[in-house]
């Protein structure tokens, strides 16, 4: 949630600014704002709503012509979205503007701290107390590096803070804890920001700030310290896509390109998983083999989408490891106390590697002695940084705040993690992992092939834009699809869908079933019979029922097409890897009834791409 960047450099800075702001609005945001320093003089445009307002107010009334600055687009926490609450904020003396994201837990004792010295207060945010409070120290230090430092330490909670100040002309600062920031290196010219892509445009090197340290930008330097000033090796990595993979492409929709993205990103994920002696290796693994063989639990933490992953996951690794695996969602996790030791193995799943709630459960585990794998898309993330190991899917950027490719990618990265603990603790034979990543490399094939057939899923949304209940239903990996299927209606459509596992749907959830209510079901592969013919039995359930029936099926499979108002057919996979076609069809029919619908597909209201709060 929320957007940051700071700039220095020989440009228009309010230009980049806006610019890496526009590039950043997957986040989710209520009210953006830019602050610049010239001659001595903080100068600030904020608007409550869109960037647009604010381009339109900064056309009206420009800003100094400056070359260093900050912006911010905000996601209201404490205080609603106005003009008042946006970023930045200006200290009482107009020496410092600050921006910030994250929440700052202990602000209303800071804030009455400060009232009672005689500072006044104009909005209601949290972020205002940590702007006035860096002016004091400013004060006193008259160094902001300095008073970055000793405001940090003062902060309970979340945050990055990034500032500057009046009197130190051509110096952006910035301070973070538990949510994210990069520095992106430039010729003449550094840049910081809450994601790369917020300067992609200029440059291509980036620097990961880790935990509890403070960055100090210059046109020609990037200094990182600890919070004690205690100077600190700056971790260097390249960014190896490109401004124009986050562009439209000719698309209406970021999340649909991202769609039609998917057989590429699930090739990518798989690309170079094999060593020189033909064994299955992993990016980052800082977990001996004996370690891993030591094992006896594994614990899957995610939210949402990823959480869905995670279900798949279960699925696959116990079938091919033969060890039990739960999945939790990471927000409930550490708070129910679960029992977890140092034979457990915590695989964490974030697209962002910043989601708050998976990086405090991966905390919690990791202090009780578990070692902790990340499945992440975001090099240099948090969550990767603090895990023992890391597998980096390989989607790109996704700009639409719907998961998609991610998705995919994170489904197979599970894969190849299962593979892997199956080849360490011998559970399968090098020829059966073999086989099954031959099939791997398949799909994205396969992925195309249901793309193909996009037009199909496009005429059952035309057909069903006044419908507002839709109920999904699936068995085994079925039932993941299933529920990602109902989350994608009602993230972008803002419709009520459900997802069920097809068994329970007798269990009282078919009560709410009529002759106005599209049911979707996910019909296994004809080789697992047991499972095909439960599934085929739920479908005439609720077709006695009057429901109309959309039928997700193996191509050939002729009996449950006798029983499909709609039929949508898959190519033929084994069953645990269905997911990756099966998905498809419900991401193309949610993105395209939300088109219908008149939504903003690619920003949802509500949502932001990564929640960095809890």
Wanted: glycine share 8%.
């Amino acid at each position: 949630m929320c957007g940051i960047v700071g700039y220095v450099g020989p440009l228009d800075a309010v230009q980049v600014i806006l610019d890496g702001l526009k590039r950043m609005e997957y986040r989710g945001y209520d009210s953006a704002g830019i602050a610049v320093e010239v001659d001595g003089t903080i100068t600030v445009a904020k608007r409550a709503g869109k960037l647009g307002r604010l381009s339109e107010q900064l056309e009206r009334e420009p800003l100094p012509a400056s070359h260093h600055g900050i912006g911010h687009t905000r996601w209201a926490t404490h205080g609603g979205p106005t003009d008042t609450n946006a970023h930045p904020h200006v200290s009482e003396d107009g020496r410092v503007a600050l921006v910030h994201n994250g929440i700052i837990e202990n602000f209303a004792a800071l804030r009455a701290a400060l009232e009672e010295r005689g500072v006044h207060f104009v909005s209601q945010t949290d972020t205002e107390a940590a702007a006035q409070l860096l002016a004091i120290e400013l004060a006193e230090t008259d160094d902001l590096t300095t008073a970055m430092q000793r405001l940090a330490k003062q902060l309970d909670g979340a945050f990055t803070l990034v500032a500057i100040d009046a009197h130190n002309p051509g110096e952006v600062v910035a301070a973070r804890r538990d949510s994210p920031l990069v520095v992106g290196v430039g010729e003449g010219e550094n840049f910081l920001a809450s994601d790369v892509g917020a300067f992609i445009d200029h440059t291509r090197e980036a620097i990961a700030l880790g935990q509890n340290q403070v960055v100090t930008i210059t046109r020609d330097s990037v200094r990182v310290t600890d919070y004690d000033g205690a100077p600190v090796e700056a971790s260097h990595y390249h960014i190896d896509w490109s401004a124009e993979a986050a562009e439209k492409s000719g698309y209406d929709w970021f999340m649909r390109k991202e769609i039609f993205e998917q057989p590429r990103a699930v090739a990518d994920t798989l690309l170079g998983r094999f060593d020189t002696a033909g064994r299955l290796t992993l990016d980052e693994v800082r977990i001996s083999e004996d370690e891993l063989r030591a094992i006896n639990k594994i614990v899957v933490v995610a939210c949402g989408t990823a959480y869905y992953a995670g279900m798949v996951a279960k699925y696959a690794i116990e079938h091919w490891t033969r060890t039990p695996v739960e999945v939790e969602l990471a927000s409930e996790f550490r708070y129910r106390d679960p029992v977890i030791d140092s034979r457990t193995l915590c695989v964490t799943i974030s697209q962002s590697g910043e989601t708050m709630d998976t990086l405090q459960a991966i905390r919690y585990a990791s202090a009780q002695g578990a070692k902790i794998i990340a499945i992440c898309n975001t090099n240099g993330a948090t969550i990767p940084r603090e895990s023992d190991a890391v597998i980096y899917t390989h989607a790109g950027p996704e700009i639409g705040v719907a998961s998609t490719k991610a998705f995919l990618s994170q489904v197979v990265a599970a894969y190849l993690l299962g593979l892997y603990l199956a080849q360490v603790r011998g559970t399968m034979f090098g020829e059966e992992i073999k086989t099954v990543v031959d099939e791997l490399a398949a799909t994205p094939d396969k992925i195309q092939q249901v793309l193909d057939q996009a037009n199909r899923v496009y005429e059952l949304a035309s057909e069903m834009v006044n419908v507002e209940d839709f109920i999904f239903l699936g068995r085994h990996v079925g039932v993941p699809v299933a529920l990602e299927g109902a989350l994608k209606l009602k993230e972008i459509a803002y419709l009520h869908a459900e997802g069920f596992a097809a068994g329970e749907l007798k269990h009282g959830p078919i009560a709410i079933i009529d002759s106005t209510t599209p049911v979707f079901v996910v019909v296994p592969p004809r080789g697992r019979d047991h499972l095909h013919d439960k599934v085929i039995s739920n479908i005439q359930e609720v077709r006695a029922r009057g429901a109309q029936t959309v039928v997700l099926a193996e191509r050939g499979d002729e009996l449950a097409a006798t029983f499909a108002d709609w039929l949508i057919e898959l190519p033929s996979v084994p069953t645990l890897l269905q997911p990756l076609v099966a998905t498809v069809p419900l991401q193309l029919f949610a993105c395209e009834l939300a088109t219908l619908l008149g939504r903003d597909v690619d920003q949802p209201r509500n949502l932001a791409k990564s929640v960095t709060v809890e």
